[in-house]
Every structure is written in C-alpha cells, then in structure tokens.
C-alpha cells in the first residue's frame, strides 16, 4: 500500500477564524488590500488600454514634482479632513454620519450668505462667517439626530438622502436668488470678499492649519473629556453607558451637533479660501472622502490626515487622469475599491490557514475534521470491541 | 387639468415601478440577514450595461438580462465580501456603492446624451387602453410594470410566507444560529439573497433607462438606490407595504414633473427635493407610530447585519 504524501493535501487545511489578532497583523493585512486593489485597478487600467505605469509616473510627478502640486493637494486635503474628522465624532458612538457632504454644503451656503452681506473688517467678518458654517452645518445634522432620537430612525438613510437636498438648495439659490448674471452660462454667487490669508505660495490659505487644529481639539477631548469618555464608552456598549447612567439621548445630539459643525467648517473655508463663490459644485464629494479616511483610519486624527492628504494627492491626480483620457469619476472607483479592500483584508487577518493532520495549532474550538477523526476512531474502537466481544461470546457458548 | 392628473398618476406608476423592482431585491437581501448599502451602485452599473448592450443589440430584453448579469456580478461580490469572510456590512456596501457609480460614470461618459432606440413598448390592450381615464392611468404601461405590481409582490409574499425555503430564508434574518441548528445553510442562503438583490438592483437601473428615461446621463439614478433601501425599512419587511411605500414615492416624483407642465421651472430644483423629503418623513413614520404607542415595536430582522459565525452561536 502506497503512503500519500499529506502534508500538502488540500484538504488537510483549515481557515480558522481568531476572534482577537493582534493591531500589527491587521495594519499589515490592510496595506497588503490596499496594494492589491491599487494592482487590480493597474490591470484594469491596462486592460481598458490605459499603461498604469505612466499614469503613476503623472501621478507622483503632478503632486509632489511641484510646489503648485503639493499647495494643491493641501488645499484639497483640508475639506476631507475636516469632514473626516466630523464623521469619526460620530462613528466613535458607533453612530454613522453619511451626511458630511450635505452639512458641508449647508455650511458652505451659510458662510456665503453672511460673507456677502456683511460689511466689516476682514477678521471680525471671516469669524462671523466661520461661526455661520458652523451654525449651518449643525442644523443639517441636526435633522438626522432628531430622527434618531424621537423616531428611532437609523441614521444612514436620512443623512445620506438629505445630501441631495442640501445640493439641491444651493443649486436653487444659486440659479436664483443669490446668481451673479455677470458669469453667463456658469450658476455661481458673487464673489465673496473675505479670504482666508495665505500660509505660503500663491495658493495655499491656511484652512488646513484649521484643519490640524481641528483634528487635535477633536483628539484632546475624545480622551481628556468627560464628554469624551462617555462617547467612547457609549461606542463601546450603548447598555453598559445606560446602565452606568449616561445619558445616551442627549449624546445622540451632541455627536451629531459636532460633527455637523466641523463638516460645516470645511464648507466655510471652501468658499473663503478656494472657490470664493457658493455653487453646485463646491465639493467633488468631499462628505464621501473624509468618511472614507475615517473608516480607513479607525477614527484616529492622526491617520484621517495621512489619508487625507494621501486622498487629496489622488484627487489631485484625477485632473492629470482628466488629461490622460480618464474621467474624474475615476478616483470613485479606485477609493471605493481601496475602502473594499482594506476592509475586506482586515476581516481576512482574522483568519490563519492551519493543517488538521500535523499537530493543529491550540485554538479555542477545535477544527471539524478533528472532531470527525475522533470521532471515526472512537467509533472504530467500539466496533472492534464489539466484534471482539461477539467473537468471546462465540468461544464461550460455541 | 384631468389631462395632467391623468398623466401624473400615470408616471407615478412608472417612477414607482423603478423603486420597487430594486426594494424587493433589498427585502429579500434583509430578510436574510444582508444589508447592502450599494444598491445605488449596482443599479447604475446595471443602467449602464443596459444602455450599452442596447445600443449594440437594439432588444430591451437582452439588454435587461445583461443587466441582471451585472447585478449578480456585484451581488457576488458584495456576498463574498460580507458572507464569506464577514467583513462589514455597511462598509462594503458603501464601497461598492461607490465602486459602481464610478464605475457605471466613468464607463457611460462616451454615451452621455445618446438617445436609445429600443426600448419597452406600451402595452396596447384593446379596448380597455382608450378607456378615457381608467386606461390612461392603469392599461397603459409597458409589460415590466405589469410584473412589478402585479406578479412580483404576490411572488414574493409566497415565497417569504408560504414555501419552507421562505421559512428558512426569514430565520436566516432572525435567528441564524437557531436556524443553522436546524441544518439551514445560512451562508449559501445569504450569498443566493445577495446576489438576488443584486440582480433586481441592476434590473432596477435597466428599467430606469429602458423605459423612464431613455437617454444616458450622468447619476441617472439620482439616489434611487438610496431611496429603495429607506423604503424598505418604511415597508417594515412586507412586501404589501412596499408597494404602496414606491407608489408614495412615484407621486412625489411625478409632482416634480406636474410643476414644470405648471411653470415652476424657477423652482425646479426644490420640486426635485420633493422625492427625498418624502422618504425622510415616510422613514419617520413607523418609529413615530411605535413611540406613541399606536403600534408594536420590531419587526426589524434581529440578525440584520450581524455575520454569522457558527463557532460563536455555542
């Protein structure tokens, strides 16, 4: 009788899945997706006939070959920050703010209508219109949060629908009420005469720097805070949080208020800083990005301005795509493949491939076929007793 | 004016019918424990394979089936994602989502504009169509509407309330441990119903551009996805309710179009947010009627979005 060899047998293996893995194996397997799916879309990119070579090469070569390159990209990484930033509020009390986009324009439409009608000095002018995006970013939030807490409304849906909405509006306003006739074809408002100064280069205002600050506020108050302390545990057990008391209803809106104040924010320094008018199409889906970031980091502030700003490069990248023959919809499907990547890979760091006939790693459950193949001996066991005992019985009375 | 009642209840029916063919794909989906947020996604990738397929072949029908066949691509996609190794139910549904509208734009970008060609035809009954009202409004739809009302939802309250693979697709929402006891596949069950949901998605999307709106542009589904999804959670997981949920909503739609007959083309653009407010309030609804006590909480599927893992269910 030949003796297969086993080791190698495929049916030996097992995918066991480990509850807990370490931090380390989880950024490691996310890196890991995150460069399968930038391999996949190069293939694809070459499939569609497209060299993902040189489209890489002016990639890097548009956003850090020059200081226009990287001035841009920092001012692109502000909004995505900020509206990460916002998201993770929310996502820390396991709330999910899909509205970032909407609140943002809302903030951006707020700020503008005080801009245009005010007539002070730069500093006080630019405060009141920081305080009026804020203002407005909160009241679209807080529409979801009401929902929530009065109707028990799952907040995803109406943040998300009310996006339209708030596009929707200042698409209204900007085709009416507020349209400067002097554009012709395009719908935008006046021009807003307060600007945010410039940090350095001709281009680069210092809305990132609100941005940093932003993040670590954030930061300092999630850990020090006792407002942070119920919102981290409220995330970790809502029913641990009420049975020690916390009031989770009025943290329903405090997160949602937050977090719609800071996507506001970005929508004020939109129109202060880069565009200078309110239009339709103020932001390329900001809201979407900085949730993305917030996912991908999980929530730490640190981590949503390195993907932001690794986002606003590729964002960057998408009108250098633009003149290489691919639409900006593009960067969609690469970052909404990098989210389903990362998260996916993360999943598979749960899992180790172990082998079932050499000696089985130690793990809470045992593996099926291990099960079975006690199982079968125990049973074989048995039948040779009995035939033994059958054969005994045989002897005796026979 | 009844000639323009006439003609809203007729595109409400229409508008509605686009909603409800992606809702019935989500129920099936959420009854058996998936939650796909990236209907929105599949639906515009299958209004995008549709479009293409249909200039090339002028047939609706096979450009319907392609249609499909793009939505159990991304089905299985999302299924393997989310059954097969667990990941995150909204994170891969938001990913996807965003996979397909990017994708379904980048790849629709040349047609932009193009008109198509064939598509589905209006059923001309004989006699019952020139009804003077009556078949204005109800003989006077293309055969997909018919099934939509008219087959899907019995089809579907059979096969939940009526077959044992119904019994078994619901106890893979609620209880999938107690089910998996039983000897219910419960991870070949969702990944059928993800995949299923997927199709009707991008059935969905097909309809959209096969008879609404048969030119190519760019988000012509304008959140249809979404909206389908929140239907759903109104309807409370009974197809009966999301019929009527999509016929809500095929009205605020068409009001939309009754204000620019009207001449509110000025304020075209808050009749167009008539469709997603609606929703909002329509979504508020059941949990309003439960906290003031006029209806019993839960029929929530208990094991929505939970992945099931047989070594945790002890």
């Known amino acids: 009788m030949t003796v297969q060899p086993r080791a190698l047998s495929f049916r030996n293996l097992r995918m066991v899945y480990y509850p807990v893995v370490s931090q380390r194996r989880i950024i490691l397997f996310r890196i890991l997706g995150i460069g399968l799916a930038l391999i996949l879309i190069g293939i694809f990119l070459a499939i569609i006939g497209h060299s993902p070579l040189k489209l890489s090469a002016a990639v890097i070569k548009a956003a850090v070959g020059s200081s226009y390159g990287i001035q841009q990209a920092l001012i692109l990484a502000t909004p995505i920050i900020l509206t990460g930033i916002g998201v993770s509020v929310c996502m820390r009390m396991g709330v999910w703010n899909v ?23 730069t500093l006080p002018g630019l405060l009141l219109m920081f305080l009026a995006g804020a203002i407005g970013g909160m009241l679209w939030a807080l529409i979801p949060a009401l929902l929530k807490a009065y109707a028990d409304v799952n907040e995803i849906i109406p943040t998300l629908l009310l996006n339209f909405v708030a596009v929707l509006l200042v698409r209204q306003v900007v085709v009416g009420s507020m349209r400067d006739m002097s554009l012709g074809e395009l719908f935008a408002s006046h021009k807003i005469t307060y600007q945010l100064p410039k940090l350095f280069g001709a281009y680069l205002h210092v809305g990132i720097l609100i941005a940093v600050v932003v ?3 954030v930061w300092l108050l999630l850990k020090y805070s006792l407002w942070g302390y119920e919102v981290r545990i409220i995330g970790g057990n809502r029913r641990a949080a009420e049975f020690a008391g916390m009031n989770v209803f009025s943290q329903i809106f405090s997160v949602f208020l937050i977090s ?8 004020m320094i939109e129109v202060a800083g880069t565009a200078h008018r309110l239009s339709a199409a103020i932001s390329p889906g900001y809201g979407y990005l900085g949730l993305i970031a917030a996912v991908l980091a999980s929530n730490s502030p640190i981590g949503i301005i390195i993907v932001g700003i690794l986002y606003a490069t590729l964002l960057n990248a998408g009108i250098v795509l633009q003149t290489q023959g691919l639409s900006t919809h593009f960067v969609l499907v690469i970052t909404g493949s990098i989210l389903l990547f990362a998260t996916v890979s993360e999943m598979v760091a749960h899992y180790r491939i172990i082998s079932t006939v050499e000696e089985a ?26 035939t033994e005992d059958e054969a005994m019985g045989e002897k005796v009375h026979g | 004016m009844v000639e323009i009642i006439v003609g809203a209840i007729a595109l409400a029916i229409d508008a509605g019918a686009v909603i409800l063919i992606a809702a019935f794909g989500e129920l099936l989906g959420e009854r058996s424990g998936i939650f796909n947020m990236g209907l929105e996604g599949t639906m515009a990738m299958g209004a995008v394979a549709a479009f293409i397929t249909v200039t090339n072949v002028p047939n609706p029908y096979v450009g319907l089936a392609a249609a499909i066949l793009t939505g159990v ?9 989310v059954v097969a190794l667990k990941a995150n139910q909204v994170i891969s549904g938001l990913a996807l989502g965003f996979v397909g509208t990017g994708l379904a734009r980048h790849i629709g970008a040349p047609y932009a504009g193009m008109l198509l060609t064939a598509r589905f035809v209006k059923l001309n009954i004989s006699g019952l169509s020139d009804l003077p009202v009556v078949g204005r409004i109800f003989f006077n739809h293309d055969p997909v509407v018919y099934f939509t ?72 589904t304008g ?29 605020t739609t068409s009001l939309g179009f009754v204000g620019q007959i009207q001449g509110w083309g000025a304020y075209s653009n808050i009749l167009a947010m008539f469709p997603y407010i609606s929703t909002i309030i329509l979504l508020a609804i059941p949990g309003f009627l439960v906290r003031t006590g006029r209806r019993k909480a839960g029929t929530f599927p208990a094991g929505l979005g939970v992945p099931f893992f047989r070594e945790n269910s002890g």
């Open chain 1, 99 to 121: 509205g970032a986009e909407g609140q943002l324009y809302l903030g951006a439409f707020f700020a503008t209508i005080v801009g245009l009608n005010l007539k002070t000095p």
């Open chain 1, 215 to 217: 993040a670590i506020l």
């Open chain 1, 260 to 267: 719609g104040a800071i996507a506001g924010v970005a929508g």
């Open chain 1, 361 to 386: 790693e130690p793990c809470e459950t045992l593996p099926e076929e291990a099960v079975e193949s006690v199982i079968s001996t125990t049973l074989q066991a048995s039948a040779e007793r009995i």
């Open chain 2, 73 to 81: 691509i991304f089905g299985s996609i999302m299924g393997f994602s």
């Open chain 2, 149 to 220: 009302y008219l087959i899907l939802p019995v089809a579907i309250s059979f096969l939940l309330y009526h077959t044992r693979h119904g019994i078994n697709l619901r106890a893979c929402g609620e209880n999938p441990a107690a089910a998996d006891s039983t000897g219910v596949p419960i991870q070949r069950i969702r990944f059928l119903y993800a995949c299923v949901g997927g199709a009707f998605a991008a059935a969905a999307g097909a309809y959209l551009v096969l008879a609404f709106a048969p030119t190519w542009a760019e988000g012509v």
């Open chain 2, 223 to 251: 959140g249809r996805g979404w909206i389908a999804v929140a239907l759903v959670i109104f309807s409370q997981w009974r197809p009966n309710i999301l019929v009527l949920g999509s016929l809500l909503f095929g009205i």
